[in-house]
């Protein structure tokens, strides 16, 4: 493995070389991950690091064939734990004599593998350090073959504390906090209106109004209100108006000596003219901090002169920081540093119109980071999604084509799952999740995406001013684009995405800090607390009225144990649990000391309760449509030639003639509605296609005999009543519910 470097390409070359090109492996000082992030080889700089050393090398070889194929994430964390691991070896040997020093690959064995673990521990760094070091080690030497499989102990994992749900007061304080922050949303819409209709304020005529010009007809009628009302005006004032004056003759009185005593002249030359009664102060307009600001006008002045983002970032900051807003010269004429004046510096205490900080004006109109987080946590909410899924939707792309094929207002909308992913699946090929909404509900996850949409619209024709290192302009969802603080704007931008995770820590900090949710008597102050929790509660709540496997799909699990495992384990998912299996146990008990228990299941009964299901679910519906045993083994009449193609069979329309098919309590609905459709079908054909032949009499002859068999009457009864509230359940052809059933095994 040691090279020599011949013709060794520059660092920027070693993003498109493949392993066997790299001549020299030390040249390489950075990788680019999976997902297109530049992790830089950081363990190099570790004094610790010998080039000539084996272990070093071959650690170096480790890091840049397993990061290069792994997300930036995992990166990271074998580059911390190669740095960990170089410290505690040089621990090692410095305690240890030479004979047990380690300084090659190989010498990395259970011993020292499990010393490594301790140190770790002791510094109080994370497990996952151990885990990742040792599951690179595995893969590099499976699927390269470059270096050795070294055989380590397990690791012992700490048992994780189960995320239990919301509690009652805490699920009702959220979705509380949510309606009233997404309400000022569809406000904020309404104020847009209000500012495309109004005036923008301009500069001379703003001036004019709060700091008049000392013409020659108002200082007359100034002196009269000083000699009316006794007032006591200083020489200073006097000059400084003169100065001031637009009017030559008393223009020339600001450096005359004598020049009061001259104006006073011309002040009783001119007293017969003067139409002012002189009891007010005609320079007193109550100055910049008395002026009631229109925010309609307001915003449309900042929108109309580019403020802030048609103007440089670098020109906003300097001019218009707060530094430069200590006062306002008597001839300004820049109306957005006035605007900025009035709501800063001359938004004083002791002022009697009090105005809204800069922040807030401009939330008016751009959505700020706590209306994106609330947004955001509020589709989490309903939608039962992780955040990087929501933060997957495409703002362009996210109705399914056959969107409201069962009823117009239901809505079907889909993102995409990147976040755990099978083993092996590659991150450029994520799991697409569907999930039924409405658009007749303004809070629905349908409408909550348009308004986000809307929200964003102004900004996203601006670049960004600062992208973050680890994400790029795609990761910077511009569907949850927002305004940041003006105090930041220097430092992180005039504007971002609540996509970056430190923003959203922050916004869901001050959502919290806005709206009080208290969960259990304690209230929430922080994301890490809220988060993580949104989808144990959205799963108790939805499992009352639906099956577990329907909200594993929509969960995105491969399968519902994962989400029993992980989202249905929780104290009151176990107390429910246990109340359950006590009514089952007491049913048991009752038959046994009746003397009606039957015994074990049958062979057939254990087989059939063991198999795997294909559930059909119509998007749209809460319950099942009916499931198949086995789809690539369908027996109704016709189907060799699907079966032959080794294809599963997705042909609804003849489920009720294959043996295959299975019934569910939930089905009996569609069952009724399935034979009402049939009813009327035979009806409308006559008598003429009427009889034993008939493929629609013998389909509705099946779906009686399931219906009379049933033996639940209840059960019957339950149905029949669902089917009315719920209407249409089905189309009237069944084989537009095979397009959809098709599409979604190709993740269409």
Known sequence: MNSIAQDVPTEAEFDFLEVD???????????????????????????HFDAASNLCECLHWLFVLFSSDANHTNGYTLRSSIEELLDFVALHNARNPEALHVKRYTDINSEIFNGYQDYI????????????LKTAIKKVADETGKLPFIKLPVISVDVAKKTEPLYKDGFESLERACFTQIEGLYRQLAFRTEVEKAEPYIAAEVMEELRPKPTRERLLKWEKHVQLMNRDAHRDSYRSRFRRC????????????????????????????????GIYDPFETGGISGWALDYARVVKTFIVNGYPFDLDQEMVVETYGQDQLGRIEEDCNDIIKILLYRV????????????????RIMGLYFPSVEDMAALLIFMMFQSGWNKETVLAVDQDNFEHTLTGVIEAAVKIVFSEKNRSQANGKPFEKPKRIHLPSRDDDPFSFYNLVYLAKSLSEPLAKYPLDQMPTILSREDMNPLF?????????????????????????????????????????????SASELTRRLRPTWFLHKKKHHSIAMLSHTMGHKDRDTTDIFYDDSGVARQ???????????????????RQFKGLLSKHAQAEASGQLKIFHIPGHDRPLWACSNQEKPDWVGSDIIASTGKKCFAISECIFCSQMRVFQETLPF??????????????????????????????????????????DDD???????????????????????IIFDSENHNV
């Open 671 to 712: 069952l009724m509605e399935r034979a009402a459709h049939l009813e009327e079908i035979i009806n409308e054909r006559g008598d003429e296609n009427v009889g034993f032949d008939s493929r629609f009499s013998k389909e509705y002859e099946a779906i009686q005999y399931i219906l009379d068999k049933w033996g639940d």
């Open 576 to 594: 429910q649990r246990k109340a359950r299996l006590r009514t089952e146990l007491d049913a048991v008990i009752h038959l046994l000391r009746t």
């Open 344 to 359: 800063s510096t001359g938004n004083i205490d002791k002022s009697k119109v009090r105005t809204l900080h800069i922040d």
């Open 246 to 277: 637009p009017d030559p003759e008393i223009q020339a009185l600001a450096d005359d000596k004598n020049g009061i005593k001259k104006f006073r002249e011309v002040y009783r030359n001119e007293y017969s003219s003067i139409t002012y009664d």
């Open 121 to 132: 521990s002791s510094q109080g760094r994370p497990n996952a350090l151990a885990i990742k």
């Open 716 to 738: 019957i009864t339950a149905a029949a009543r669902y089917r009315r509230r719920h209407a249409p359940l089905l189309p009237r052809d069944l084989k537009i519910l095979e």
């Open 21 to 47: 090109e790299i001549k020299d492996i030390f040249a390489v000082t950075s990788i680019i991950s999976s997902n297109g992030k530049r992790i830089a080889c950081r363990y190099m700089e570790s004094e």
């Open 481 to 525: 684009l927002c305004i940041r603080k003006k105090a930041d704007w220097r430092r992180g931008g005039r504007y971002t995405s609540i996509a970056y995770k430190p923003t959203f820590s922050i916004a869901v900090k001050n959502l919290l800090k806005i709206h009080k949710v208290i969960d259990n008597g304690k209230r929430l102050t």
